[in-house]
């Protein structure tokens, strides 16, 4: 452990405070970061309308999809090939 003027670094302190927490929290936390770095959606942040709510879900829902089918179909290509 490292000490800094006799307390810990910040990442210790945060991975002591992250290891408290429930796992449905931390994946729920790790899904927003992830959609956050990937797509640049913030689901987490005030939306004005109804509209801008929805049309901001939609997006993230539809590249979520298409990212998971793109593995799904390489997986099965992949796997094709090994037989």
Known sequence: MILYRGRKS???ALLEELAKEDLQVLSLAYMYAT????????????ICSATENAAMMEKAYRKGYHDAMSAIISATKEK????
Do not use: F, S
Not at 80 to 83: A, L, S, T, Y
């Open 80 to 83: 094709e090939g090994n037989v």
């Open 10 to 12: 910040k990442k210790e």
């Open 35 to 46: 959609n956050l770095q990937m797509y640049g959606e913030d689901v987490t942040k005030a």
